[in-house]
């Protein structure tokens, strides 16, 4: 019988429940997994006792990014981790849109501003400014072109707490046709949902917004469907991935464009999905009897 960790992180002020979680646990223990709901970051955690340990709801790990990726390391080598290490830490850094912009992938244009780099922003245009390192908008503002002495006082705090910021223009498109997620499982496209806007004006960088305002499914085109396989395909060394969330806006030329690529922790939202549920279970199933990398741990069966 197989051992799956379904890893999640420490109840804490700010972090939301993960809804999926129990769903998950009961129906992969009914598929004939020993699953269980296990924190990244308990020390007691024996990793390599595990067949596979999925990565799922751990949404704190943006407040401490080189603490997860370095427990995904140790974890991989002792077992097979989903996704595997290498992915987590470079899908940690949204410096990746500029791999997938180089890579030829139609992306929200986005500039880098590291501490001690001159505070360039944008003229004549709204923008967003938010961390690399971030989840559910945490850090993130949307501004107007007269409202530059408020971001650089964000941008002023994000450096000095040591965080690079990214700037991108705000896409106005999402105020009419939202932002589509296309959710990938085992390889294949799993369904797929709409939200609106995150961010409103005036609305604080530091003040708590919610994460997915509106969602409804949604039946992605053959467009959007040809930028996220793009994405995925532009993910550097062609890992093999269990999930992926790819995250669009229309940019203005109405054309999909990449927000974000969510390799890490995206929400699965199976509670708006429900007939996903099996197709999430039997993929983990066929992970987790497959063969471990040579570098895991033997663990205890």
């Known amino acids: 019988m197989p051992r799956v960790a379904l890893v999640t992180c420490r109840p804490r002020p700010g972090i939301a429940e993960d809804p999926d979680l129990p769903v998950l646990v009961r129906e992969l223990t009914g598929a004939g997994v020993r699953a269980s709901a296990v924190e990244w970051d308990d020390p007691a955690v024996d990793w390599a006792a595990f067949d596979l340990a999925v990565i799922r709801s751990t949404w704190d790990y943006s407040w401490r990014a080189a603490e997860f990726t370095a427990w995904a390391e140790r974890c991989g ?92 223009p705000y896409v106005t498109a999402i105020d009419r046709t939202g932002e589509r997620a296309l959710q990938f499982f085992g390889g294949r496209l799993l369904h797929a949902s709409r939200k609106g806007a995150v961010l409103r004006p005036g609305t604080p960088y530091d003040a708590r917004k919610t994460a997915h305002p509106g969602l409804t499914p949604w039946t992605p085109d053959a467009a959007e469907r040809e930028v996220a396989e793009r994405a995925l395909a532009a993910v550097p060394g062609a890992p093999e991935l269990l999930y992926a969330r790819v995250d669009l806006v229309d940019g203005v030329d109405g054309r999909p464009r990449v927000m974000e690529l969510e390799l890490v922790e995206p929400n699965l939202f199976l509670w708006l999905h429900p007939a996903s549920l099996p197709s999430v279970t039997a993929a983990i199933v066929r992970a987790a009897e497959g063969p471990r990398p040579r570098s895991a741990g033997a663990g205890p069966r």
């Open 77 to 168: 080598r002792l077992t097979r981790l989903a996704n595997p290490a290498d992915v987590v830490r470079w899908n940690t850094d949204k410096r990746y849109l500029g791999d997938l912009a180089a890579a030829g992938v139609p992306v929200v244009p986005t500039r880098y501003l590291a501490p001690g780099d001159p505070p360039d922003l944008p003229a004549g245009h709204a923008f967003v400014v938010k961390p690399t390192s971030g989840a559910g908008a945490r850090l993130a503002a949307r501004y107007a072109p007269d409202e530059h002495a408020t971001a650089l006082g964000q941008l002023r705090r994000m450096h000095a707490e040591g965080y690079t910021a990214m700037v991108q």
